[in-house]
């Protein structure tokens, strides 16, 4: 059985910075691809950042410039890296592993974790 577990949460001024961590246990961690999603109350969750088995990455518009994903197969983690925040970047923050080793739709054989909260207030 995969987990997933995200952490790094917290409460940040605008224009401050956080990192999310999230781990993600299971063999052959390196063959799939792993994204960041954010979801508020009364909204679906919506693809934040996302890097493909290659190392390929991809970004929600509103935070290109400012989020940066990566990922780091020996120790089976992928972070978020997060600039410039502002008050419209919070939410809970899921880290989901894909079923396969591409960016695509949600599918039964994905795991999420169980989400972080970040607060971007003043």
């Known amino acids: 059985q995969v987990q997933v577990a995200e952490s790094g949460g917290g409460l940040v001024q605008p224009g401050g910075s956080l990192r999310l961590s999230c781990a993600v246990s299971?063999?052959?961690?390196?063959?799939?691809?792993l994204g960041w999603y954010r979801q508020v109350p009364g909204k679906g969750r919506e693809l934040v950042a996302a890097?493909?088995?290659?190392?390929?990455?991809s970004y929600l518009d509103s935070v290109k410039g400012r989020f940066a994903i990566s990922r780091d197969n020996n120790e089976q983690r992928v972070y978020l890296q997060m600039n410039s925040l502002k008050p419209e970047d919070t939410a809970v923050y899921y880290c989901?592993?894909?079923?396969?080793?591409?960016?695509?739709?949600?599918?039964?054989?994905?795991?999420w974790g169980q989400g972080t909260q970040v607060t971007v207030s003043s």
């Open positions: 989901k592993r894909f079923g396969t080793g591409v960016v695509g739709p949600q599918a039964p054989n994905d795991y």
């Open positions: 299971g063999r052959l961690f390196s063959l799939y691809a």
């Open positions: 890097i493909s088995r290659v190392g390929d990455t």
